[in-house]
């Protein structure tokens, strides 16, 4: 365990569609602390 290793803080990241994920995230007890949100447009090619 990284807390028997000298470890304060494990932070995790997932898609938010994966739920099997999130749910072991939650299962684990990881505490959901924030959403970021990632948006790609498209680019125009001359």
Do not use: C, H, I, Q
Request: net charge positive; glycine share 8%.
């Amino acid at each position: 365990m990284p807390a028997a290793k000298g470890v304060d803080r494990v932070r995790a990241a997932t898609d938010l569609g994966n739920v099997p994920v999130a749910k072991s995230f939650e299962r684990l007890g990881y505490v959901n602390f924030e959403r970021a949100f990632t948006m790609v447009g498209a680019r125009e090619v001359p």
